[in-house]
């Protein structure tokens, strides 16, 4: 089958978060399988687009209201991601470093997804399967099913990954004319609550809608930032399917970002040795257990509460545990972590910025993995965590209730029920035990290591759903 992910992310041609890592890994997995997927992503002005080669194979216009813009289709020249990686350039709109996070955000993936249809149109493309992941590329299923000009794509089955249901891009009914000519019947499919919803759009119009994991999709009827009452609607054609994460590249036995590499067998000897270089590094107590957080310093995340988190478990067990924290978002919540520094010496550092080398490190290196999340579709850090051997510590939610299970319930984590200073710090009391029961310890993380969350297996899941829709 001929699959095209379409996306405004993809590892390591441009990530913000969890989506790239996704989309980086599924569509190799989909091609040892013997399948033929290709990803599409805008071609931002970034490292990985002037570090590599590409081949011009198509050009063509495409309007977006009064304004005509050129776009240019690149392909990647030796796919050696795993698949073919095409970007499309439409220099006013994407030719800048970030992402997301501009004001003309509605602009440029409006644009992004119409010149993908163009393209299909003009070169005669008809994949079997259209993937379309998150709100970016959420307007894609409502053109090809109520465009006219798209008209001949009506039939190619089209699938939405919600990643994360709480961005839905919204915008308002005067930007109508930057989408093709539709009747005014059809309106209804654009519409939620007044204005134009591109999540919302995708749920209604896409053939098949799935989560990155089951537990999402249960709460997303409960607490789906205005969607609920569509998503139990939709249900019928709504499935979760847990991530996957990429074993070629988080292998603690292979992976070259580590000092020092180490297996199941090694896990005890390697993680000493990974966890004195990380702590020299950051100036932390290698015999102390090293708790971590990695990730998006925002809401969501429970980030806000993590100054207060770090402070009372530092001050509650004075010289007993080291905390590092490794992320960038809210400049309150930066400030805030950077401020401990200078209390906590010795036991505690932080790290703002993103550095996808030193997250290696850092999960080989830990003891254990703080996700405190509000939200947490999937969460893939808590995977990347039990791979290599640190043990995760996690509120009971979404992507995290599915993966995580308390050791007191005869798993492997320690669970909570919820975000709160309260209930992170009573977790944090629970690992250090742990820790100290060293038998026991050795032997969880020897369990975690050997967990399998591979795509080799959950890809052929999603191949199950691509064959259900190509009847
Ligand atoms: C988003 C979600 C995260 C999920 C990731 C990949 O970043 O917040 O929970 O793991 O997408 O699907």
């Given at each position: 089958?001929?699959?095209?992910?379409?996306?405004?992310?993809?590892?390591?041609?441009?990530?913000?978060?969890?989506?790239?890592?996704?989309?980086?890994?599924?569509?190799?997995?989909?091609?040892?399988?013997?399948?033929?997927?290709?990803?599409?992503?805008?071609?931002?002005?970034?490292?990985?687009?002037?570090?590599?080669?590409?081949?011009?194979?198509?050009?063509?216009?495409?309007?977006?209201?009064?304004?005509?813009?050129?776009?240019?289709?690149?392909?990647?020249?030796?796919?050696?991601?795993?698949?073919?990686?095409?970007?499309?350039?439409?220099?006013?709109?994407?030719?800048?470093?970030?992402?997301?996070?501009?004001?003309?955000?509605?602009?440029?993936?409006?644009?992004?997804?119409?010149?993908?249809?163009?393209?299909?149109?003009?070169?005669?493309?008809?994949?079997?399967?259209?993937?379309?992941?998150?709100?970016?590329?959420?307007?894609?299923?409502?053109?090809?099913?109520?465009?006219?000009?798209?008209?001949?794509?009506?039939?190619?089955?089209?699938?939405?990954?919600?990643?994360?249901?709480?961005?839905?891009?919204?915008?308002?009914?005067?930007?109508?004319?930057?989408?093709?000519?539709?009747?005014?019947?059809?309106?209804?499919?654009?519409?939620?609550?007044?204005?134009?919803?591109?999540?919302?759009?995708?749920?209604?119009?896409?053939?098949?809608?799935?989560?990155?994991?089951?537990?999402?999709?249960?709460?997303?009827?409960?607490?789906?930032?205005?969607?609920?009452?569509?998503?139990?609607?939709?249900?019928?054609?709504?499935?979760?399917i847990l991530n996957g994460i990429d074993n070629?590249?988080?292998?603690?036995?292979?992976?070259?970002?580590?000092?020092?590499?180490?297996?199941?067998?090694?896990?005890?000897?390697?993680?000493?040795?990974?966890?004195?270089?990380?702590?020299?590094?950051?100036?932390?107590?290698?015999?102390?257990?090293?708790?971590?957080?990695?990730?998006?310093?925002?809401?969501?995340?429970?980030?806000?509460?993590?100054?207060?988190?770090?402070?009372?478990?530092?001050?509650?067990?004075?010289?007993?545990?080291?905390?590092?924290?490794?992320?960038?978002?809210?400049?309150?919540?930066?400030?805030?972590?950077?401020?401990?520094?200078?209390?906590?010496?010795?036991?505690?550092?932080?790290?703002?910025?993103?550095?996808?080398?030193?997250?290696?490190?850092?999960?080989?290196?830990?003891?254990?993995?703080?996700?405190?999340?509000?939200?947490?579709?999937?969460?893939?850090?808590?995977?990347?965590?039990?791979?290599?051997?640190?043990?995760?510590?996690?509120?009971?939610?979404?992507?995290?209730?599915?993966?995580?299970?308390?050791?007191?319930?005869?798993?492997?984590?320690?669970?909570?029920?919820?975000?709160?200073?309260?209930?992170?710090?009573?977790?944090?009391?629970?690992?250090?035990?742990?820790?100290?029961?060293?038998?026991?310890?050795?032997k969880t993380r020897k369990t975690i290591m050997?967990?399998?969350?591979?795509?080799?297996?959950?890809?052929?899941?999603?191949?199950?759903?691509?064959?259900?829709?190509?009847?």
């Amino acid at each position: 089958m001929e699959i095209i992910h379409i996306s405004a992310e993809c590892y390591p041609v441009a990530k913000v978060g969890g989506l790239a890592d996704v989309v980086g890994a599924l569509p190799k997995y989909l091609n040892q399988l013997g399948h033929h997927a290709k990803v599409v992503v805008p071609g931002y002005d970034n490292k990985f687009s002037k570090e590599n080669e590409f081949e011009t194979i198509h050009q063509g216009q495409l309007r977006l209201g009064w304004f005509t813009f050129s776009y240019t289709i690149l392909k990647e020249k030796t796919n050696k991601l795993g698949f073919e990686l095409y970007l499309i350039a439409i220099p006013e709109l994407f030719d800048r470093p970030n992402v997301y996070s501009y004001e003309d955000d509605t602009e440029r993936f409006t644009a992004f997804q119409v010149a993908f249809l163009n393209w299909l149109t003009e070169t005669n493309q008809t994949p079997d399967i259209i993937h379309c992941h998150d709100h970016h590329t959420g307007l894609i299923s409502f053109m090809m099913s109520h465009a006219p000009i798209y008209q001949h794509l009506n039939h190619v089955p089209t699938i939405l990954t919600i990643h994360n249901g709480q961005y839905q891009g919204w915008f308002g009914f005067d930007k109508l004319h930057y989408l093709p000519q539709v009747s005014s019947s059809r309106l209804g499919f654009l519409e939620w609550n007044g204005i134009i919803n591109p999540l919302a759009s995708a749920i209604k119009c896409a053939w098949k809608v799935t989560t990155v994991s089951p537990s999402y999709l249960d709460e997303l009827s409960e607490k789906a930032n205005g969607l609920e009452n569509l998503l139990r609607f939709e249900r019928p054609k709504c499935l979760g399917i847990l991530n996957g994460i990429d074993n070629e590249v988080w292998n603690p036995k292979t992976d070259d970002m580590l000092e020092f590499n180490y297996d199941v067998k090694t896990l005890s000897t390697g993680k000493s040795k990974n966890k004195k270089y990380l702590c020299e590094q950051f100036n932390l107590d290698p015999t102390k257990p090293l708790f971590t957080f990695i990730g998006r310093l925002v809401g969501e995340k429970g980030a806000d509460l993590l100054p207060e988190i770090c402070s009372i478990a530092l001050s509650r067990n004075p010289n007993e545990i080291n905390i590092l924290i490794l992320g960038s978002g809210d400049s309150n919540v930066e400030h805030g972590l950077t401020q401990l520094t200078h209390f906590y010496k010795g036991n505690y550092n932080a790290y703002i910025g993103y550095n996808e080398k030193l997250a290696h490190i850092i999960y080989a290196g830990a003891d254990y993995l703080l996700m405190p999340s509000r939200v947490e579709p999937c969460g893939l850090n808590q995977l990347y965590a039990l791979r290599y051997g640190t043990i995760p510590i996690v509120r009971r939610t979404g992507g995290l209730k599915d993966t995580v299970i308390d050791i007191g319930d005869g798993g492997f984590g320690i669970c909570h029920d919820q975000t709160s200073v309260y209930d992170v710090n009573y977790s944090i009391t629970r690992a250090i035990d742990l820790y100290n029961d060293v038998k026991n310890f050795d032997k969880t993380r020897k369990t975690i290591m050997q967990i399998d969350h591979s795509w080799e297996k959950v890809a052929q899941e999603y191949i199950e759903v691509y064959q259900s829709l190509k009847k």
